[in-house]
């Protein structure tokens, strides 16, 4: 069974950064795609970002594109969201997803081909 678990967000000031880390189990190294999305209050989850474990592509929302960085580390089983440049359109919940399965980079950001979700982690940006 694949768990994902976040590390703590936290409170930025606007043009801050912020760094969220995902620990996953269950994964055969270098397999699959982890990804994040975030939830902001009366919205959909929305893509962030995703990267496949096997070959490092990955993929980004306009929305960060450029400001925001995942990574990966396949020896610690963990994958990092770098965020900078951040604003308070970027306060939401962020959830780190993951599945067995290494898809394409235009199905990256569909949210129904993660199986796994973590508990969500608050990042709020604020003066």
């Known amino acids: 069974q694949v768990q994902v678990a976040e590390s703590a967000g936290g409170l930025v000031h606007p043009g801050g950064s912020l760094r969220l880390s995902c620990v996953v189990s269950?994964?055969?190294?270098?397999?699959?795609?982890m990804s994040w999305f975030r939830q902001s209050p009366g919205k959909e989850r929305e893509f962030v970002a995703a990267?496949?474990?096997?070959?490092?592509?990955?993929s980004y929302s306009g929305a960060v594109k450029g400001r925001f960085t995942i990574s990966r580390d396949n020896f610690k089983n963990t994958v990092n969201l770098q965020m900078n440049s951040l604003t308070p359109d970027d306060t939401a919940v962020y959830f780190c997803a993951a599945t067995s399965r290494n898809w394409i980079l235009s199905d990256m950001n569909d949210k129904e081909g993660y199986e796994s979700w973590g508990r969500g982690t608050q990042v709020t940006v604020s003066s």
């Open positions: 990267i496949r474990r096997s070959d490092g592509k990955t």
């Open positions: 269950g994964l055969a190294s270098r397999s699959g795609t």
